[in-house]
């Protein structure tokens, strides 16, 4: 008869956090302008999908790049110029619309308190300068927001036909120099002995993900109106304490979208 064999509980405790896989936590969050107040806020990016890859992606894209039959296409230097413009001005009369939506806003709120009292009263009195003042102030926000969507607009007649027309000889090169990314992916995960982990952040912008120890990557992309933060970011995960990620501008590389 064999003789049965038991592992103290803290024994089996170590057991199981040597054998088990490692944690990482990521956290995303943005640096935002509050338009009421002009100060910067940090707010979380819920809903981002993350991708852990075992080996980076971007040395991959590196290396297909560098054997690519034709170099990558680049704006020229005017078309760049203009569409650096085009960001400027739509930025600025995103933040016209804005102010003038701020201030008409508060005038229809001290239109309701003002209805509140006497004409004779002081705080009537009160209310009514300071509606005088915020009416001056729209009316300036308006035609800087009038002014900034004209010139937009001509912008957009001159530049948008010329930045969608480089965007298309962009996605037609990709398609031929990365045409086989996905045998490198292939052949990498066979190398590494691990396949890709998903997830997505929540409303508080976290993730919590199991991941077998070793080196990864955790890629992610946040589109803004006119820039892209791109993450791929280096981790080294163990098995014990949860690895923390923090993902932010500080370590996104900013890329411009077409």
Same mark, same amino acid.
């Given at each position: 008869?064999?003789?049965?064999?038991?592992?103290?509980?803290?024994?089996?405790?170590?057991?199981? $956090?040597?054998?088990?896989?490692?944690?990482?936590? $990521?956290?995303?969050?943005?640096?935002?302008?509050?338009?009421?107040?002009?100060?910067?806020?940090?707010?979380?990016?819920? @809903?981002?999908?993350? &991708?852990?890859?075992?080996?980076?992606?971007?040395?991959?894209?590196?290396?297909?790049?560098?054997?690519?039959?034709?170099?990558?296409?680049?704006?020229?230097?005017?078309?760049?110029?203009?569409? &650096? %413009?085009? +960001?400027?001005?739509?930025?600025?009369?995103?933040?016209?619309?804005?102010?003038?939506?701020?201030?008409?806003?508060?005038?229809?709120? +001290?239109?309701?308190?003002?209805? &509140?009292?006497?004409?004779?009263?002081?705080?009537?009195?009160?209310?009514?300068?300071?509606?005088?003042?915020?009416?001056?102030?729209?009316?300036?926000? %308006?035609? @800087?927001?009038?002014?900034?969507?004209?010139?937009? %607009?001509?912008?957009?007649?001159? $530049?948008?036909? &010329?930045?969608?027309?480089?965007?298309?000889?962009?996605?037609?090169?990709?398609?031929?120099?990365?045409?086989?990314?996905?045998?490198?992916?292939?052949?990498?995960?066979? %190398?590494?002995?691990? @396949?890709?982990?998903?997830?997505?952040?929540?409303?508080?912008?976290?993730?919590?993900?199991?991941?077998?120890?070793?080196?990864?990557?955790?890629?992610?992309?946040?589109?803004?109106?006119?820039?892209?933060?791109?993450?791929?970011?280096?981790?080294?995960?163990?098995?014990?304490?949860? $690895?923390?990620?923090?993902?932010?501008?500080?370590?996104?590389?900013?890329?411009?979208?077409?």
């Amino acid at each position: 008869m064999k003789r049965a064999f038991y592992l103290p509980l803290a024994g089996l405790l170590v057991l199981l $956090v040597a054998c088990g896989p490692g944690e990482v936590m $990521v956290t995303a969050e943005i640096d935002v302008n509050n338009p009421e107040t002009g100060q910067l806020e940090t707010r979380p990016l819920g @809903d981002l999908e993350l &991708q852990l890859l075992p080996f980076d992606r971007d040395a991959v894209f590196d290396s297909l790049t560098q054997a690519a039959p034709r170099p990558e296409p680049e704006l020229s230097a005017d078309l760049e110029e203009r569409r &650096q %413009e085009y +960001i400027e001005v739509q930025a600025a009369a995103r933040d016209a619309e804005i102010e003038w939506l701020t201030r008409r806003e508060r005038l229809q709120e +001290i239109n309701r308190e003002m209805e &509140q009292y006497s004409s004779g009263e002081t705080r009537y009195r009160e209310l009514f300068n300071e509606f005088e003042d915020q009416e001056d102030r729209l009316n300036a926000a %308006e035609s @800087d927001m009038n002014r900034l969507f004209g010139e937009l %607009e001509e912008l957009q007649a001159t $530049v948008l036909d &010329q930045l969608q027309q480089a965007r298309l000889q962009q996605e037609t090169w990709e398609d031929e120099a990365f045409a086989d990314y996905g045998d490198v992916v292939a052949a990498k995960l066979s %190398e590494a002995g691990r @396949d890709m982990a998903y997830d997505t952040t929540d409303a508080t912008g976290m993730a919590r993900l199991q991941l077998r120890p070793g080196t990864w990557w955790i890629h992610t992309r946040h589109r803004l109106p006119t820039e892209e933060l791109y993450w791929n970011v280096r981790v080294e995960v163990e098995r014990g304490d949860p $690895v923390e990620v923090l993902l932010n501008r500080s370590n996104a590389e900013t890329r411009p979208v077409l």
